[in-house]
């Protein structure tokens, strides 16, 4: 008589995913009611309960076009990222071969994706996010195709195309803002605005593939058609109304001595580098190793069930920016930003070295996602107070180049050679989070030894002008 072996499934409770997106949407329609309008607000729209219709009528035509053109974007992004290593293992690769392509990919986004960001810089934003949507449009062609969806050069072009993603279009949108003359507060609630919208595309990039997913023995592959789709869409929308952006482009000796004043000589963009490069390892990390770590006491659980529950606390993340990071905000800028990187990192830290049971890795992993989804726009809003809009893509790139050759190291090490456990990578992204929020408060405070030397300058100043008027001395001392 044969012995059957039952296995037990975990379930992820039914209201876990309605709870979190009510609370996203609570926090985004609730924020015009609990905070107090801004000058651009009563200017511009003064009867507006949204954040959506904030600004000028130029301006919200265009942030409405690049929302719609960025959620495509995100899309795409979605579905080529949604099958995850299942798609090396419907191609019939092993372990060492899986990782051969993910290192080769990680090590295209060091060395090509590296210099994306300087040719984003000179030749525009525009240009440059019609680029991007090229090679989208070259992977979605490629993996169409069953037998090239998992060849050399799609997984080559597609690293590229995702390195070029978390800059062009941010840099886009900060020269359009600078074009029209808008203020700052605009531009901060577009942060959010963007991740929010990137959340809710990866969201609908999940439904969008199980609805076209086929079989794979018919040789064409809807999902990635629909990608290919999208970019052509992209591509026709910003040529047609996307205005062309002047952009002032130097030659490569001048902007080479600009990028070195400006990055490696300022100490706060060199944390900000730092900060960037940490959140984006960590956000890999947790790409690769989710589903062993939730799967590894030996229960089933149904995956695909659990991470929209990641993506709707990285929604709610972004629409709790505005929450800390307003007039009102309980805590300054940089105080919220370390408290969120050090939360993260205690987070993850818990998953790697402590085991737990899988409904609390779900808890910890969407506290993670939530830091995830507040330190993004955060890391924006500091790169528009400290480095030139002409840097930005440079900048961005450079440090996902940092990040980008760990995920390579960890690749080899890790996954091919086998050398380094899974707990230790999570645990050095753990680390790598609690010394970017340590930065993080140095920065806030060579920001506030900033400001008292400052403050005694002007009042240097006006003792000066005090001695030299005498008679005005006396009326100030009465």
């Known amino acids: 008589m044969g012995v059957v072996i039952e296995r037990e499934e975990w379930a992820l409770t039914p209201l876990a995913y309605p709870l979190l997106s009510a609370a996203s949407l609570a926090a985004v329609l609730l924020l015009p009611y609990f905070s107090p309008p801004s000058h651009a607000t009563a200017a511009a729209s003064p009867s507006s309960h949204s954040p959506f219709d904030v600004g000028n009528t130029p301006f919200l035509r265009f942030r409405r076009g690049f929302l719609f053109v960025f959620s495509l974007a995100s899309v795409a992004e979605g579905i080529h990222s949604v099958f995850g290593e299942d798609e090396f293992a419907r191609c019939g690769l092993g372990r060492e071969q899986m990782a051969a392509r993910l290192a080769a990919a990680a090590a295209a986004a060091l060395f090509l994706g590296g210099l994306s960001g300087v040719v984003s810089d000179k030749l525009g934003p525009r240009r440059a996010c019609i680029f991007y949507w090229m090679l989208q449009l070259a992977v979605g062609a490629l993996k169409s195709f069953s037998g090239l969806r ?230 924006a809003r500091l790169r528009t107070m400290y480095l030139p809009n002409e840097l930005r893509g440079g900048m961005m790139s450079f440090s996902l180049g940092l990040a980008n050759a760990a995920i390579f190291i960890f690749l080899m090490q890790g996954s091919y050679h086998q050398n380094i456990a899974n707990s230790t990578i999570l645990g050095l992204a753990a680390c790598g989070l609690l010394v970017a929020g340590g930065c993080i408060h140095m920065l806030r405070r060579r920001r506030k030894h900033t400001r008292q030397d400052t403050r005694r300058q002007v009042d240097k100043r006006r003792i000066s002008r005090l001695r030299v008027f005498p008679g005005v001395a006396e009326l100030v001392v009465k």
Not at 205 to 214: A, D, R
Not at 295 to 316: E, K, N, T
């Open 150 to 379: 998992c060849a050399w050069i799609s997984n080559l072009i597609s690293a590229l195309a995702s390195s070029m993603f978390y800059f062009c279009f941010e840099t886009w949108f900060v020269v359009e803002h600078e074009k029209q003359g808008q203020k700052q507060d605009l531009l901060f609630d577009s942060f959010w605005l963007m991740t929010f919208f990137e959340s809710m595309s990866l969201l609908g990039s999940q439904g969008i593939t199980n609805l076209l997913v086929n079989d794979d023995d018919k040789g064409f592959l809807l999902p990635y058609a629909f990608a290919a789709l999208l970019s052509i869409v992209g591509i026709l929308y910003i040529r047609k109304n996307a205005s062309s952006t002047a952009h002032h482009a130097s030659v490569i000796g001048s902007y080479q001595k600009s990028f070195f004043a400006h990055v490696f000589r300022d100490k706060r963009v060199l944390i900000l580098v730092l900060a960037q490069a940490s959140i984006h390892f960590s956000m890999s990390a947790f790409w690769f190793l989710w589903a062993p770590t939730i799967v590894a006491d030996g229960r089933d659980a149904q995956l695909s069930l659990i991470f929209p529950c990641f993506l709707a606390s990285r929604m709610f993340g972004s629409a709790s920016f505005p929450w800390f990071c307003g007039t009102t905000a309980p805590f300054r800028n940089e105080d919220s930003l370390t408290i969120a990187y050090v939360t993260a990192g205690i987070a993850l830290s818990i998953v790697a070295y402590d085991y737990q049971d899988i409904g609390t890795l779900v808890i910890l992993f969407c506290i993670f996602h939530a830091c995830v989804g507040f330190i993004l726009p955060s890391l």
